[in-house]
């Protein structure tokens, strides 16, 4: 009875438990993917236009990115408290909302509506900190993996919660919004006590590569059956029965990954204990190493690299290794007077004055905030070149995102293993797909739809993966919470800059030119005149690739610049991830 109890308690205090359930809660917190399906369901209950509906949907963007409080308060809130209250704004920003719809409640002027949509979209803010601040601290050695999958899991939640709707069979559109307030409100209390620290660094062995393995083949056979099953149900009618099937083996495939906590803890550790304290040794060194260098009178090398003077190199080979010893010497004392060096905890304030931030910041920025703008206006760039239903192109965005997400963490964390090389070289390679991607967008070649959206959807998903994962290392993990979400504002600053600015103004323009043109062969033409439907009032739509054209080429001339700042970034951090990774590989 008490190895049994043993067993038990080993269980709950397992790291891969931990981030089974942080992929779960994940797996609920990228409701703001599903604001499509959501839309018409709030422009024809309240009668809004599409331009009101956009200002709701600008309102969720920001919701879905502005997380200065869930950053603020993960330093001292435990993850259990953060869940909660992610919880709580749920339920009360999407439960009013699904009031107002049906009518239970009075109807709310736009902007208090807007307010609606920032507080219940704002709970995924409080998710993801939640579960990166904990997964990084357990997983400290697989940074990338670990963002990369938890960060993929959040793609999900439109594909789960439709296939939910569609098993219940309910006439009433409005029942998906109460799905959203309820759904991720009950996971998170369910798992709230789950996600927490466990010293996971302790509990490394060394066969666990193969756990990722099977997390990454799980991944990959999700992104498969997700693909099939919206393929299959949208050109074939199926049964009742069989949607219930679909959508149990989702279900399963979701929950199988519990596998892996049960195995850890069944199974005998190391024959050899010294090894597996040696192994937990380095594994600590290394968590410190990368978390805490104060007690070190080492510089990293890239600091002094980034402040000496442009004619240290030209001096004698004796004369520059004084000068970088006294330039050492510096950056010791101002260490001590609280300037930290890449590796160790920085504060938010103290990240703000660092140009390697700022550098990874803006190059998010131009990558993820084209790659957003592209996802919100997918529809209209595809109906534009003679696409009747567009809600194929984004479901498959939503799964090359994903994928894309898992991808770029693998990659990424490929490099700084096996090479010690910056992470960013990874991002340079997906911000180079996206520009391809969006050109191929501009041209509007036979095909390039769907290869644009594989490019797309692969390069900004692999953002999320490898920035988050990037800044832990170089920044430290104690107030990772608030910069990660300091670095989630460039999403809706990039999407309204790309978006609002440049491709909604340049898609109007050309749309009133074929409006005007038209209305000209109208009044030349007898016969086109009859035709009252060229005259009819409503929004204006434009047909052909000279509708996104400009904004795609401009779009991808951004990711351009973008992959050359990831460029700078890894020049300047070779160093860094060189002091990291080779300790660790000898």
């Not at 719809?101 to 509506?113: D, E, G, K």
């Not at 004084?322 to 890449?342: D, N, T």
């Not at 009747?388 to 479901?395: G, L, N, P, Y």
């Not at 994962?469 to 809706?492: D, Q």
Request: some cysteine.
């Amino acid at each position: 009875m008490g190895k049994v109890a043993e067993r038990l308690r080993a269980f709950s205090t397992n790291r891969w438990l931990v981030f089974v359930a942080a992929m779960w809660l994940q797996s609920m917190a990228g409701v703001g993917y599903l604001f499509g399906a959501i839309s018409p369901v709030i422009k024809a209950a309240l009668g809004y236009n599409q331009r009101q509906v956009a200002a709701l949907g600008v309102a969720k963007n920001l919701g879905d990115c502005v997380g200065f409080l869930a950053g603020a308060l993960s330093f001292a809130v435990p993850a259990w408290g953060l869940l909660l209250m992610g919880a709580a704004h749920s339920f009360l920003g999407y439960g009013w909302l699904w009031l107002v719809v049906t009518r239970q409640a009075p109807a709310l002027p736009l902007w208090m509506m807007c307010v609606l949509l920032f507080v219940g979209t704002n709970y995924s803010t409080y998710f993801n900190t939640a579960s990166l601040v904990t997964c990084i601290q357990n997983f400290p050695k697989s940074r990338g993996p670990t963002v990369g999958i938890l960060k993929a899991f959040s793609g999900l939640t439109s594909a789960i919660l439709t296939q939910i709707y569609a098993v219940m069979h309910t006439p009433d559109h409005a029942t998906l919004i109460f799905m959203v307030a309820v759904g991720p409100a009950l996971v998170a209390i369910g798992l709230m006590f789950v996600i927490r620290p466990v010293g996971g660094h302790e509990q490394a062995r060394p066969s666990e590569n193969n756990y990722f393995m099977f997390i990454y083949s799980t991944c990959l056979l999700l992104a498969s059956y997700l693909v099939g099953v919206m393929l299959v149900q949208d050109f074939v009618q199926l049964s009742d029965r069989v949607v219930v099937l679909l959508t149990v083996i989702l279900f399963i495939l979701l929950v199988s990954p519990i596998v892996i906590p049960v195995t850890f803890t069944l199974s005998p550790k190391p024959e050899h204990p010294v090894e597996e304290a040696l192994l937990s040794e380095t594994l600590i060194t290394e968590a410190s190493s990368l978390q805490d260098k104060e007690d070190q009178a080492e510089v990293i090398l890239s600091e002094v690299e980034e402040e000496k003077p442009e004619d240290i190199d030209s001096l004698p080979a004796s004369d520059s290794r004084k000068r970088i010893a006294e330039l050492q010497a510096k950056l010791v004392q101002a260490a001590a007077r609280g300037k930290p060096h890449q590796g160790e905890n920085f504060t938010l304030m103290q990240a703000l004055r660092n140009t390697d931030f700022w550098l990874i910041w803006l190059s998010l920025l131009l990558g993820a905030g084209s790659g957003l703008a592209v996802m919100d206006n997918l529809g209209q760039m595809s109906q534009a070149v003679g696409f009747k239903d567009a809600h194929i192109f984004v479901s498959l965005m939503s799964i090359w995102n994903f994928l894309g997400r898992v991808g770029g963490g693998y990659l990424s964390e490929i490099i700084v293993r096996e090479h010690t090389y910056p992470r960013h070289i990874a991002l340079t390679i997906a911000q180079t797909l996206m520009a391809a991607g969006l050109f191929l967008f501009a041209m509007a070649w036979p095909g390039t739809m769907y290869i644009g959206t594989f490019l797309v959807g692969l390069g900004y998903g692999a953002h999320w993966a490898i920035v988050p994962a990037a800044v832990s290392e170089l920044f430290g993990i104690k107030h990772f919470g608030a910069m990660y979400n300091f670095l989630t504002i460039a999403n809706p600053t990039g999407s309204l800059i790309f978006s609002g600015l440049i491709f909604s103004n340049l898609y109007d323009y050309e749309a009133e030119k074929q409006a005007h043109k038209r209305q000209i062969s109208a009044l030349l033409s007898p016969q086109l005149l009859h035709n009252r439907s060229l005259l009819a009032e409503g929004p204006l739509k434009c047909e052909g690739t000279s509708c996104f054209f400009v904004s795609s080429l401009t779009m991808s001339v951004f990711c351009i610049m973008g992959a050359g700042l990831s460029l700078i970034v890894v020049h300047r951090t070779k160093r860094v991830y060189a002091q990291f990774y080779q300790s660790v590989n000898t």
